[in-house]
């Protein structure tokens, strides 16, 4: 069982950064392929970047290649999203989540976070 906890969200203006944090519980944590993904209002959830449990490989959405970069630290049980260059289009809630494969399918994923708001003013 793992319980994720995502933090760091918030407003910020077209252009600016955020850092994004995940921090899991359990200690299989290492073994896991995490995950972001992201909803907007009215949309279904989207995939936007994934990691291999030793944070060597790396699976990026489309439309943030070149702004996000996703990192984690193992012996901290935290994932974390440097988001750069934010536009309106990134505003949404993040969710964190966890899974066996490298992939942006929502249904490979067994394990999810609250959610953290970001909001990109534009």
């Known amino acids: 069982q793992v319980q994720l906890v995502e933090s760091g969200g918030g407003l910020v203006q077209a252009g600016g950064s955020l850092r994004l944090s995940c921090a899991a519980s359990?200690?299989?944590?290492?073994?896991?392929?995490m995950a972001w993904f992201r909803q907007a209002p009215g949309k279904e959830r989207e995939f936007v970047v994934a990691?291999?449990?030793?944070?060597?490989?790396?699976y990026y959405a489309d439309s943030v290649k070149g702004r996000f970069t996703i990192s984690r630290d193992n012996a901290k049980n935290t994932v974390y999203l440097q988001m750069n260059s934010l536009k309106a289009e990134d505003t949404a809630v993040y969710y964190c989540?966890?899974?066996?494969?490298?992939?942006?399918?929502?249904?490979?994923?067994?394990?999810w976070g609250q959610g953290t708001q970001v909001t990109v003013s534009s």
């Open positions: 359990g200690r299989t944590f290492n073994s896991y392929v």
């Open positions: 989540a966890a899974g066996v494969r490298l992939t942006g399918r929502t249904s490979s994923y067994d394990y």
């Open positions: 990691i291999n449990w030793q944070g060597l490989t790396t």
